[in-house]
C-alpha cells in the first residue's frame, strides 16, 4: 500500500523551504525543498510502517494518506457532522430587536418590541419537547442589545435549566452585549444565568470608538465599556468566564488599530480570559458619508500597493504580539474555523426573534431575502418553511460538485461557507473566490511565526 499527498494541501515555497498549508487539519509546517522533493519521487515505496520518523510525522499529521483514501468523501462526511449535528440543540435568542446604540454600519431597523410571556412559554414548551432529541442546550443572546431586558434572559434560563436538568443534558450559554450595561452587578446576575463567554467590541481609542458606536441620543460608550471590563476583571477571580474583544475594521478604526492593540494588550490580554478578534466592517447601512469609511480597498489603509498579507501582517504584529504559545495559536484557530460553515447552515441552529418568527441568520431578518424560515406556536410546535429551510442548510453543489471536489479549502468551507451568498443568493463563483484568497493570506502570515508553523525536522529533535 502506497501513500499520496492529501489533496488539501496549500505549498508555498520560501528560502529553499517548502510550506504546507493543510486545510484538513487546520496545520502547517515547513520542510527542507529537497527533503520535499525527494520525498514526492518516493511516494510508491512508502510503507505502511515507515521507520522515517519525518515520513511519521507527515503520516500522522494527514500531509500524506494512503492510497485508497477518497478524500472527497471524507470531506462529504465533515459536512455532514457540522451542519446535521444532533450534539446541540443551538439556539439564538433575541429579547429585543431594539438596542441603546446606533452604530455606524449597523443593519438593524432597532425595532422598539420585547418578547412577550406568550412567546417565551412558546419558547420553553419547543425546548422541552425537542431536548430530548439532542446531547445538549447552548442558547447564545443576541439582540438589538439583549441587556436591556435582563428579566428575559433571567426568566428562560432558569426554565431552560431546569428541563436540562430533567433530561440530564448540559446547558451552556453565551451573548452578543455592546458592553455598556454589562457593570460587574449585571454580569454576576448573567452567572446565574450560565452565561460563560461575552463577544463585546471596542472599535478604537476613545476618539475612533466613540465616532462609530455611540448611543442612541449620540453621546459616547468607550468609556463606559472600559470601566465595566476593568471592573469585572479585578473583581472576578475565576478563570471560567472569557471575553472575545471584537473590533470592526472600518478606514479610521484600521488606521488606529495599533494604539487600541496595545490598549487591549497591556490592560486585558495579559489575563487569558479576554482575547481578540478582528473583522472588516459590515457595511449594512445606506449613508453615502459612511460608505466611504468601509475597507473596499486595502490601500486605502496602509498605502497604494499594500498588499493583503502586508495588511494582515501589520495587524498581526500589533494584535498578534502574543508570546505564549497556547494564546497564540487559540487566536489562529479562530480565525481559520471561522471559514468553517456558519451557523446559519446548521439544521440544530435555530434564530428566535421577540415575535417568535424563527430566522436562519442574524444578519438577515426580513421575508424579502428568504430571512424567515417559520414560526414558533403557542404550544411549541415550529412551523417551518421548509423551501426557505432547505436554502440555507443544504449544500449548493447539485450542478457543481466537482467545483468543491476540486478545491483545496473544502475541508473548510464544506461546499456551504456562508449560505447567505453562496445558496440564497447564489453568488458562488465570486464567493469561493474570495474565501480561499483570504484562507491563503492567513496561512501565509501565520506561518512566519515558528509558535504555528515549525520546521517537520526540527519537531522531531
Known sequence: MGYKLSKYLYEDEKEGYVFLYNTYKVDMLKIKKPLFEAIKENLSDIKENPENPVIAKLIEKRYLVEDSVNEDREGDLMYLKTCHSNKQLLLTILPTEGCNFRCEYCYEEHKQNKMSEETQEALIKFVRKNLKYYGGLSVSW????????????????????????TFKKPYTAIMTTNGYLLDYDMFCRMKKCNVTNYQ?????????????????????????????????????????????????????SAKAYPKLAQFLKDNFFVDGRFTPR??????????ADYEKNIISDISSIFGEGSSLEETQENLQKSMYGITDENALRKNFNEI?????PCYAAKANSFIFGPDGRLFKCTVHFDDSKDGVAGYLKPDGHLEVNDTIDAKWITQMTANDKGKCYDCKAYPLCQGV??????????????????????????????SSNEKICADVEEMLA
Open 142 to 165: 443576541f439582540g438589538g442589545e439583549p441587556l436591556l431586558y435582563p428579566e428575559i434572559i433571567e426568566h428562560l434560563s432558569e426554565e431552560f435549566k431546569k428541563i436540562c436538568k
Open 200 to 252: 463585546i467590541t471596542i472599535d478604537g481609542p476613545a476618539e475612533v470608538h466613540d465616532k462609530q458606536r455611540f448611543l442612541a441620543g449620540g453621546q459616547p460608550t468607550y468609556d463606559k465599556i472600559i470601566s465595566n471590563l476593568t471592573d469585572i476583571k479585578e473583581k472576578e477571580k475565576s478563570k471560567f468566564y472569557t471575553f472575545s474583544l471584537r473590533t470592526n475594521l472600518t478606514v479610521q
Open 278 to 287: 478582528v473583522r472588516i466592517a459590515w457595511n449594512g447601512t445606506n449613508d
Open 336 to 340: 481559520m474555523f471561522a471559514h468553517y
Open 417 to 446: 461557507g456562508c449560505p447567505y451568498k453562496m445558496s440564497v443568493r447564489g453568488r458562488r463563483d465570486d464567493e469561493c473566490e474570495a474565501k480561499v484568497a483570504e484562507i491563503i493570506s492567513t496561512f501565509r502570515v501565520f
